[in-house]
Antibody
Framework: EVQLLESGGGLVQPGGSLRLSCAAS????????MVWVRQAPEKGLEWVSA???????TYADSVKGRFTISRDNSKNTLYLQMDSLRADDTAIYYC????????????????WGRGTLVSVSA | IVLTQSPATLSLSPGESATLSCRAS??????LGWYQQKPGQAPRLLIY???NRATGIPARFSGSGSGTDFTLTISSLEPEDFAVYYC?????????FGGGTKVEIK
């Protein structure tokens, strides 16, 4: 079964750090582009960061310079290092896998984890 | 690119047809997808590249449009279709999502 499982969320004070993990199973993780998407309480979806299968990464302006996406293909795991956290980073963080279809397309997401909640508060 | 979804809420009965709109602030060609999200669940991909159904998505879901105007149509609402729907473009960075349309039971 294709599955993504996030972990690492929790309550952190403003200015603090957290590292989220996303464990992948049931598919060729190293061959897939991956993303983090977040959803603030009772709000819509916001793309946070993306990493290609080859390791290239990009970020939303709201997190650039504070968050770092990475992957360990030997562990089938995606990471999001979050530093200098702010109250407006409070959200459920989802990892998601890019769809693989023929003919190919990119940057739509067909497999999502259940999310991990990050709360930033004093 | 800003994606504006309308209406914010759609109140319909099971069996009725639903038409959801997504308008882009500039052309996204056909690079637009649609997701469904139910309370407490992750989003589910329905449509990609404007009109292609993702694997396992029922035929009652269809997408159309190009450029700046897109539509998601649900031909006959089933009880499990009442949810929030988001559009998302992929033409450039940053990827953005629309604000969502809630389809609720009338």
């Amino acid at each position: 079964e294709v599955q993504l499982l996030e972990s690492g969320g929790g309550l952190v004070q403003p200015g603090g750090s957290l590292r989220l993990s996303c464990a992948a199973s049931g598919f060729a993780f190293s061959a897939n582009d991956m993303v983090w998407v977040r959803q603030a309480p009772e709000k819509g979806l916001e793309w946070v960061s993306a990493i290609s299968a080859s390791g290239g990464s990009t970020y939303a302006d709201s997190v650039k310079g504070r968050f770092t996406i990475s992957r360990d293909n030997s562990k089938n795991t995606l990471y999001l290092q979050m530093d200098s956290l702010r109250a407006d980073d409070t959200a459920i963080y989802y990892c998601a896998k890019e769809i693989v279809v023929v003919p190919p397309t990119h940057w739509y997401f067909d497999i999502w984890g259940r999310g991990t909640l990050v709360s930033v508060s004093a | 690119i800003v994606l504006t979804q309308s209406p914010a809420t759609l109140s319909l009965s099971p069996g009725e047809s639903a038409t959801l709109s997504c308008r882009a602030s500039q052309s996204v060609s056909r690079f637009l997808g649609w997701y469904q999200q139910k309370p407490g669940q992750a989003p589910r991909l329905l449509i990609y590249d404007a009109s292609n159904r993702a694997t396992g998505i029922p035929a009652r879901f269809s997408g159309s449009g190009s450029g700046t105007d897109f539509t998601l149509t649900i031909s006959s609402l089933e009880p499990e279709d009442f949810a929030v729907y988001y559009c998302q473009h992929r033409i450039n960075w940053p990827l953005t999502f629309g604000g969502g349309t809630k389809v609720e039971i009338k």
